[in-house]
């Protein structure tokens, strides 16, 4: 053995551990690069980190950037409200179209009805008024085409709120009645105490597309829930009933016969269309 | 047979007037504290026996309305036409217990027919014993003693209230 091969063979055993060192840092690097650059494998390792994140980044959207978001559309909408209506128009401009169309089709179908019913009873009474009262037949006709509808009536008790006697149009409301009418009545005192005009009552409560009607009497009031359109005449037709509805009541007894009143009731606005 | 009767929850700010009647007609607690603005009107039927007896059912429509220093300065409207005021007070804070014998002898006074419960509640924070006697040393006439959080005469005190409106 030669002089270099001695110093190669002393090599080979000093360096030996470090060789196997580099050998396994060779390969993890190589382990390392094919995860890293073959894209299946990347994903595999990073999609449930980023998945996370992401997971993590919805749930505090609403609280990290929400509050910019909404602050910044708010300032846009401001800054540029005929760009918004201009983008809104056409399709809440359709959509008004659309139902004033279908309103349109029902009238026209309730005036066809009427204009064919010509010859009926009621057609020649409508005839008769039309010639003495001086309103034209159409007139006339548009005026019955109009239709509202008692859905609800509640009298309760003025001071205490308690509910006497009630009408309802079908299965009404989730709410218990009772509550309605105590909740109802709360209102109506704070209202009146709030405003303190010295003998006014509240008369009516107005949301959507129904009317509460308020009528007072001494002792109690009579609350009636009304869809559609009330006029003056519908109205007075239905103060007329409710005025009759007391001096019944004041005839009978002093004392309120409760179930002879629900009675009453319900028979006097089951099947009436005002 | 069945009968309405309006009650009005009465007493100061934070005594516990909506826990105790979310209590009784929920059964549910919660220590987190919304003030009442206005008012909220609930309902609950209790049935008890007549003296002759057969069961009667009472509807209480009781009326949770906004808590006030003082009774005289309650909306005049919300009482009228009651049936039963429960004046309720905090057994931990003695400020809202302290003028209870003027605030019952008004209210007897301007409303001689309505029937009057005058409620200690709380009783969860403190010795029972210890505020009986305290409120004995104080004259506060109270009726009961309750708790809205462990539920305590809660249902005993409408029970008792619909019996006194049958058996009077």
Redesign the interface.
């Given at each position: 053995m030669n002089q270099e091969e001695k110093l190669n063979k002393l090599k080979d055993i000093l360096l030996m551990e470090q060789r196997a060192q580099a050998l396994l840092v060779q390969k993890q690097i190589a382990d390392l690069e094919k995860s890293i650059n073959v894209k299946k494998n990347f994903s595999k390792r990073v999609d449930p980190i980023i998945d996370e994140k992401l997971q993590e980044f919805v749930i505090n959207m609403p609280k990290t950037i929400g509050p910019t978001i909404t602050s910044s559309i708010k300032e846009e909408i401001r800054n540029s409200q005929d760009d918004v209506v201009d983008a809104l128009f056409p399709i809440i401009g359709k959509m008004i179209k659309k139902y004033i169309q279908s309103e349109f089709q029902k009238l026209k179908e309730n005036i066809n009805n009427q204009v064919n019913k010509k010859f009926s009873i009621k057609g020649f009474k409508r005839n008769i008024k039309s010639k003495f009262t001086g309103v034209n037949q159409t007139d006339l006709i548009l005026s019955d085409s109009r239709d509202y509808q008692v859905e609800q009536i509640f009298m309760i008790?003025?001071?205490?709120?308690?509910?006497k006697a009630c009408f309802s149009r079908g299965e009404k409301g989730y709410v218990?009645k009772?509550?309605v009418?105590?909740?109802l009545t709360?209102i109506k005192?704070?209202i009146?105490?709030a405003f303190q005009k010295s003998n006014q009552a509240l008369e009516l409560i107005e949301y959507d597309l129904y009317k509460i009607h308020i009528i007072n009497f001494k002792l109690f009031y009579f609350a009636t829930v009304v869809s559609g359109v009330l006029d003056t005449k519908s109205k007075d037709n239905l103060e007329d009933k409710l005025y009759q509805l007391r001096i019944d009541m004041l005839k009978d007894n002093k004392e309120i016969d409760l179930k002879k009143l629900n009675k009453k009731i319900n028979q006097i606005f089951q099947h009436e269309f005002f | 047979m069945s009968f309405?009767?309006?009650i009005v929850l009465l007493g100061h700010f934070s005594v516990g007037k909506t826990s105790l009647l979310r209590r009784f007609i929920d059964d549910q607690f919660s220590e987190e504290y919304i003030v009442t603005i206005?008012?909220?009107?609930?309902?609950k039927v209790v049935t008890v026996k007549h003296k002759e007896k057969q069961d009667i059912s009472v509807?209480f429509?009781i009326?949770d309305i906004e808590g006030n220093k003082s009774v005289k300065s309650t909306?005049?409207?919300?009482l009228?036409?009651?049936?039963g005021f429960i004046y309720v007070f905090d057994v931990n804070n003695d400020l809202t217990y302290k003028n209870t014998l003027e605030e019952i002898d008004y209210l007897k006074s301007t409303y001689p027919n309505v029937l009057v419960k005058v409620v200690g509640n709380k009783i969860d924070l403190v010795n029972a014993k210890n505020i009986e006697n305290e409120l004995a040393l104080l004259k506060i006439p109270v009726d009961i003693l309750t708790s809205a959080k462990t539920g305590e005469n809660i249902d005993f005190l409408f029970k008792k209230l619909a019996e006194e409106f049958v058996n009077g």
């Open positions: 008790e003025k001071n205490s709120g308690i509910l218990d009772e509550m009418s105590g909740m709360a005192s704070f009146e105490d | 309405s009767k309006k206005g008012v909220q009107v609930k309902k509807s429509i009326w909306r005049k409207s919300y009228l036409g009651t049936h």
